[in-house]
């Protein structure tokens, strides 16, 4: 059975970092695109961040442009969104999910299909 696991939320001030991991159980990250998405409260789930299977490439909500970086370690086979200077605007649950392409991820009112995990609270106060 294939699980997925965020790790790394937390409290943080305006300006600071954190850095989630998603892990996968039952397979490896390196198969699949990856994305990363947050839901913030009372609003839709929204893609952030995505890395590509094939070439690693990479695609960013404009919202996080310049501030969040998604990267592959190929070796542990995880997933990791690097997040610095931090918005309260970033506060939300962030989600990692897997699909063949990163197409439904940034800018899609359509969800992948594939696995999700069942997320990691990021709290970035005002």
């Known amino acids: 059975q294939v699980q997925l696991v965020e790790s790394g939320g937390g409290l943080v001030q305006p300006g600071g970092s954190l850095r989630l991991t998603c892990s996968a159980y039952?397979?490896?990250?390196?198969?699949?695109?990856v994305g990363w998405f947050r839901q913030a409260p009372g609003k839709k789930r929204e893609g952030v961040a995505c890395i590509e299977e094939v070439d690693a490439n990479r695609t960013y909500d404009d919202s996080v442009k310049g501030r969040f970086t998604v990267s592959r370690d190929t070796v542990k086979g995880t997933v990791v969104l690097q997040m610095n200077n931090l918005k309260p605007e970033d506060t939300g649950v962030y989600y990692c999910?897997?699909?063949?392409?990163?197409?439904?991820?940034?800018?899609?009112?359509?969800?992948?299909?594939?696995?999700w995990g069942q997320g990691t609270q990021v709290t970035v106060p005002s």
């Open positions: 999910a897997t699909d063949s392409t990163c197409m439904l991820v940034v800018g899609s009112p359509v969800l992948p299909g594939g696995y």
């Open positions: 039952g397979t490896s990250l390196n198969w699949f695109a």
